[in-house]
């Protein structure tokens, strides 16, 4: 038996809104309202939603989510969760909220499953864009980065170091930060990131070191290549089959079966809360 149809608002239609908006109207057991008070857009049914998409700006999360939250709307929160640690701690308390962390759902990253990640190199770029400038660089780009990090390098963040730069203004436009990690099995970890919304070109990528293998992920373009070694001589480059899946068709596909009790939210409130300390840790350490 079919499910019944979810009736949701969209909140937001710039960029990432109208995203979610096109991907949800191919879906037939899904109903929309879009709600944009710089565009004119509101709600036209007056009733109770089964669910809310915030996509609006990040210093407008908490005002938009909480009463949501509070009367018992399931929310999917675009990252950052919030602006402040305030904020996201106040959110990160209901448990019927999901944060579009989408990079979890990049289908590249089916490579490292069941692997232990020991050092990490990961560069995220992108050309100058007039989105998301109420945010630094950390909070736009790094934060997909440092949530994945903390999903597949468990641990305690026992140090991080940090240099960035601005153009014209406080908020740091260029970010280098080193991260150690003591993992859950008790090696130590490390993870070199590089954000920057100032490159010509994107470049979204992770090399990943484990015990006897070597991974390069290019995140932008959906591959992946590998090589082994043995007695320290490397084995031939080898391209890893990937799943086509399309990342924010399967974000609401987990959002919808969360709400419907089928499984937990993706990406919790505490696991984007998690994210942010480690990002808030980044900008006391740069120099």
Request: glycine content about 8%; aromatic content about 6%.
């Amino acid at each position: 038996m079919n499910p019944r149809p979810l009736y949701g608002v969209v909140y937001g239609h710039g960029r990432m809104g109208k995203l979610h908006v096109s991907k949800l109207a191919q879906r037939s057991d899904i109903s929309l309202a879009i709600v944009d008070e710089a565009q004119g857009l509101k709600a036209q049914e007056h009733r109770q939603a089964d669910f809310a998409i915030i996509a609006t700006p990040t210093h407008s999360h908490k005002s938009i989510a909480l009463p949501l939250l509070a009367q018992g709307v399931p929310c999917l929160v675009e990252k950052p969760l919030a602006n402040t640690l305030e904020h996201a701690q106040i959110l990160a308390q209901y448990e019927h909220l999901s944060v579009g962390h989408i990079e979890r759902f990049n289908p590249v990253f089916s490579a490292l499953d069941h692997q232990t990640l020991t050092f990490v190199d990961i560069q995220r770029l992108a050309p100058m864009s007039k989105r998301s400038q109420d945010i630094d660089v950390i909070g736009d780009l790094m934060i997909h980065d440092l949530d994945l990090l903390l999903k597949r390098m468990p641990g305690t963040v026992s140090d991080v170091r940090a240099k960035g730069v601005g153009i014209g203004g406080d908020r740091p436009d260029m970010v280098a930060a080193r991260i150690e990690i003591q993992l859950e099995n008790g090696e130590t970890g490390v993870a070199n990131l590089r954000a920057s919304r100032m490159s010509p070109s994107t470049v979204r990528t992770w090399r990943v070191f484990a015990p006897g293998q070597y991974w390069s992920l290019d995140l932008h373009n959906h591959t992946v290549t590998t090589r082994r070694w043995s007695d320290g001589n490397p084995g031939a480059t080898e391209t890893v089959v990937i799943p086509k899946t399309d990342p924010l068709s399967a974000q609401h596909t987990a959002f919808f079966g969360a709400i419907r009790g089928e499984q937990p939210y993706t990406c919790s409130g505490s696991e984007a809360l998690a994210a942010l300390v480690l990002a808030d840790r980044i900008r006391k350490s740069l120099c």
